[in-house]
């Protein structure tokens, strides 16, 4: 049974550095053509592509978003991770971690999703 | 960047009627492998989005076969055959074959 939880500090302001991690289970990030993706969607609004990670260690960036996103993971702890710099107001969303098909590339499991806040 | 252009519903619509979502990419989505990279995920009110159909046409495991999607390589429309409450929400269009993107979303209303 594939499961992913994402996790994060809730709350942060301007300017400050937002770390989050994807704790999954049921499948392994190191098994060939599996990835995570981090997707995010502010309140009321659609859903926003943010970053993937593969299990090679190939990492592709939303280019809007690029140079304030690392990805990365910790295979043996089935957990990814997202970071985003320099945060502001517009980076309040509901933040999702999904598990990519290795057969279809497709978001095939997702997480529940956790609330970020930015405010000061 | 690809973008993903979706249409809207005459919302709300009767339960039990057929209706046709749209969507539309700025280039085709069709690769080398002879397989289209548009997907269809449906995120009903208050949950997380699920996949409903990959590769245009195939729908995802557990999916009823209400859902059907069929396309070109750049315009797409999931069809929803006799809407049902559970159907409710919003439907998004997402690309993969140039990086990711999602298309605005399509709401569908229940009479």
């Known amino acids: 049974q594939v499961t992913l939880k994402e996790s994060g500090p809730g709350i942060l302001q301007p300017s400050q550095t937002l770390s989050l991690t994807c704790t999954f289970s049921?499948?392994?990030?190191?098994?060939?053509?599996?990835?995570v993706g981090w997707i995010r969607q502010p309140s009321g609004k659609g859903l926003e592509w943010l970053a993937n990670?593969?299990?090679?260690?190939?990492?592709y960036y939303n280019p809007s978003l690029k140079n304030r996103l690392t990805i990365s993971k910790d295979t043996s702890n089935n957990q990814a991770f997202l970071k985003i710099t320099n945060v502001d107001t517009a980076d309040t969303a509901t933040y999702y971690c999904a598990r990519i098909s290795p057969i279809t590339t497709s978001f095939d499991y997702w997480g529940q999703g956790v609330m970020v806040t930015v405010s000061s | 960047d690809i973008v993903m252009t979706q249409g809207a519903l005459p919302n709300p619509v009767p339960s039990g009627e057929s209706v046709s979502i749209t969507c539309r990419s700025s280039?085709?989505?069709?690769?080398?492998?002879?397989?289209?990279?548009l997907n269809w995920y449906l995120q009903r009110p208050g949950q997380s989005p699920q996949l409903l159909i990959y590769w245009m046409s195939t729908r995802a495991s557990g999916v009823s076969d209400r859902f059907s999607g069929s396309g070109s390589g750049t315009d797409f429309t999931l069809k929803i055959s006799g809407v049902e409450a559970e159907d409710v929400g919003v439907y998004y269009c997402?690309?993969?074959?140039?990086?990711?993107?999602f298309g605005a979303g399509t709401k569908l209303e229940l009479k």
């Open positions: 997402q690309q993969g074959l140039e990086l990711y993107t």
């Open positions: 049921g499948f392994s990030l190191s098994t060939y053509g599996m990835g």
């Open positions: 280039k085709s989505l069709l690769y080398s492998d002879g397989k289209t990279y």
């Open positions: 990670i593969w299990w090679d260690d190939d990492k």
